[in-house]
């Protein structure tokens, strides 16, 4: 039994590779006690092939863990990436083909997918951005510049 389950593992049909990726340590476990259940008494299964089956499930399982881990790991950078962007001008290409282009805003993830919000109210994949620019800095007019003397005087009439 075992054999045909390395054998179809190995094969080169897309969908059975698919259906083998599928299954869980739980279920070698479930398939190697029916197969010692049902081995003839006077041919028993070698202890070794039992401890390679046991060694097959272990690789499994660590083989899923690395491959959780590595997509967390892609997520996070992902998501780390985007929060560089916040407050920048981006360029890119929105879900339906187009080119947008805006001030990042905000930042949202939808499962493994990191999404820039522009004040627009488009959003972008963050796989997906073209350009990065630096905003331009405001240039400040006499009205702001009135605002800021207003708010230096009470902030030193304050402090006296």
Do not use: H
Not at 134 to 157: H, M
């Amino acid at each position: 039994m075992v054999a045909s389950i390395s054998g179809a593992s190995t094969g080169t049909s897309a969908s059975t590779t698919s259906k083998i990726s599928q299954i869980k340590p739980e279920d070698f476990l479930k398939i190697m006690l029916a197969e010692l259940q049902q081995q003839d008494p006077f041919e028993p299964v070698a202890s070794k092939d039992l401890i390679a089956q046991v060694g097959q499930v272990k690789d499994i399982q660590s083989s899923m863990d690395l491959s959780t881990t590595l997509k967390d790991l892609a997520v996070s950078q992902k998501l780390s990436a985007a929060g560089t962007l916040l407050g920048k001008e981006i360029t890119g290409i929105n879900s339906d083909g187009e080119k947008i282009s805006g001030l990042v805003s905000s930042i949202t993830r939808e499962g493994d997918t990191i999404y820039l919000q522009l004040e627009s109210g488009q959003r972008l994949d963050v796989t997906n951005v073209l350009t990065v620019n630096n905003p331009k800095p405001t240039v400040p007019t006499p009205d702001t510049d009135a605002a800021a003397e207003s708010l230096i005087k009470e902030n030193e009439e304050s402090t006296k």
